[in-house]
């Protein structure tokens, strides 16, 4: 059997930290190398960790053939509030870093590759309900516009070069074991922490937004079952739909006044309502349920049951 070395780019980021955590329970820990630009904080420190820019092309493959990596997962990226902010910084490291991590998919034959998309490369005229795996793609945000050329970038190096590159279209994603991270549904994290340590919290979207969202431990699972799955099984090569649960401020606010009763919400909508607005209020996500068996096991209830569970520990840990 091949033995596999693993290496993720940009693991500090919210679905990094708990990415590495599931590679190495299968790969073990020492089999996995997590990177980044800034020094590890919490748990990244538990394992091996090195300083690393994706942007530096000269860098990274010297690293990938003295680590005689395998696999790569390059989660590397400026979030959508953050990128309208430093839009040709957010192009310029979401485009070069995947360009350069396919590239060196091909000058070191890497088993593999793993890069997420999301649903902000779909847009405004995209349909709203049950959007479709293909479907009219129109995104207004840099970050947007940076996923849907990704997922060309992807489907082209497959098809033209035959590198085995895979990935998902994220909805928005909450966890709870790192602070939000700059993204349009990151107040489906933030609201928690603000639940737990004051009582309060406001809301930059308005109470009846609907957008996709995904527990972490979902999209770690849905991450890692993708690139368990046989080649053959993966039948898109531009990036899955994959879905979870839907629901708006209003309704996350409602499930944590079950277990905070004085939890109180107030709304003061700002630049990303409209971005919010041009993104999906479902996703359709039966290629890949049909293709390599993907099924969620978080509702809205089961996850704010997990998070309000568990993260006053956290929280006591770090006062």
Not at 39 to 64: T, Y
Not at 156 to 169: A, E, I, P, Q
Not at 255 to 276: L, V
């Amino acid at each position: 059997m091949k033995k596999h070395k693993i290496l993720i780019i940009g693991a500090g980021g919210q679905l990094g930290s708990e990415l590495t955590q599931g590679l190495w329970s299968l790969y073990g820990k020492e089999n996995v190398i997590a990177t980044d630009i800034k020094d590890p904080q919490g748990i990244l420190s538990q394992g091996n960790f090195e300083i690393l820019d994706v942007l530096k092309q000269k860098n990274l493959f010297d690293f990938i053939k003295k680590n005689e990596i395998t696999q790569v997962y390059h989660l590397a990226a400026v979030l959508s509030a953050t990128g309208e902010k430093n839009p040709k910084f957010a192009w310029h490291l979401n485009m070069d870093g995947l360009v350069h991590v396919l590239d060196a998919a091909i000058e070191f034959k890497l088993d593999r590759v793993y890069w997420p998309s999301s649903i902000a490369a779909f847009g405004p005229t995209t349909p709203k309900q049950n959007t479709p795996q293909d479907t009219i793609m129109d995104p207004t945000t840099i970050y947007g516009i940076s996923k849907q050329a990704g997922e060309r970038w992807c489907e082209w190096y497959f098809r033209n070069k035959g590198v085995d590159v895979r990935s998902l279209r994220y909805p928005g994603l909450i966890g709870y074991k790192t602070k939000p991270g700059g993204g349009t549904t990151d107040y489906a994290v933030d609201i928690f922490f603000k639940a737990l340590t004051n009582k309060k919290f406001e809301c930059f979207l308005k109470e009846n937004t609907y957008l996709p969202m995904m527990y972490m431990d979902d999209a770690v699972k849905a991450t890692l079952d993708l690139m368990e799955a046989p080649a053959d099984k993966i039948k898109i090569r531009s990036s899955y739909n994959i879905s979870a649960m839907s629901f708006s401020p209003a309704e996350i606010a409602a499930e944590i006044r079950k277990h905070i009763p004085d939890f109180t919400i107030s709304y003061n909508p700002d630049f990303r309502q409209g971005i919010a607005e041009s993104w999906p209020q479902s996703i359709d996500d039966a290629a890949a349920r049909k293709d390599w068996g993907w099924k969620h096991q978080f509702g809205l209830k089961e996850m704010t049951e997990e998070i309000l569970t568990k993260l006053p520990e956290l929280l006591a840990q770090e006062a």
